[in-house]
C-alpha cells in the first residue's frame, strides 16, 4: 500500500468529521441527537489527526527506529497490560457503585463491558498468534 492511500482513510475521517460538525450545526435536531453526533465526531477526528501526525513522524528515520526498538515495544506491551487491568479494576468500582446506588441501567452496561473485555483479549490474541 502506497504511503498516500496509507494516510487517505485519515483525511476521509477529517471530511467526516468537518460533515458532522456542519449538520451539527445547520440542523436543529433534539439535544440527544446533537450529543450523539458530538460524541461520534470527536474520536473520528482525533483518530484521524492523531494518525496523520504519527505517520508524518515516521518519516523521520530516528524516530523510526526508536518507536520499533524491541525494548520499547516490550514496555509498551507490558504498561498496556497493566493500564487494562487497572481499567478493569475501575471498571468495576463503577459496576458495584452503580448497583449499590441503584442506577440499573449503567449497571448493566458497565457490567457487559466487564464481561466482554477478556472476550475480546482471548479473541484478539488468538489472532495476533495466527499472525506470528
Known amino acids: 500500500m502506497k504511503k ?5 482513510i485519515w483525511y476521509i475521517g ?10 451539527l450545526f445547520l440542523t436543529d435536531f433534539p439535544d440527544n441527537v446533537d450529543t ?13 489527526y492523531t494518525m496523520l501526525m504519527f505517520n508524518k513522524m515516521m518519516r523521520d528515520h530516528d524516530f523510526k527506529v526508536e518507536v520499533m526498538d524491541e ?9 498496556g497490560s497493566v493500564a487494562n487491568y487497572a481499567t478493569m479494576f475501575l471498571l468495576a468500582c463503577a459496576t458495584a457503585l452503580f448497583v449499590a446506588l441503584k442506577y440499573t441501567l449503567p449497571a448493566i ?24
Do not use: D, H, Q
Not at 74 to 79: F, Q, R, T
Open 36 to 48: 450523539g453526533i458530538m460524541l461520534f465526531t470527536i474520536p473520528i477526528l482525533s483518530v484521524s
Open 109 to 132: 452496561v458497565t457490567g457487559v463491558i466487564y464481561v466482554c473485555n477478556p472476550l475480546i483479549i482471548i479473541v484478539i490474541t488468538n489472532k495476533i498468534e495466527k499472525k506470528m
Open 71 to 79: 525494548r520499547n515495544i516490550a514496555i509498551k506491551e507490558k504498561a
Open 4 to 8: 498516500k492511500n496509507k494516510n487517505l
Open 14 to 23: 477529517f471530511g467526516i468529521a468537518f460533515a458532522l460538525i456542519l449538520l
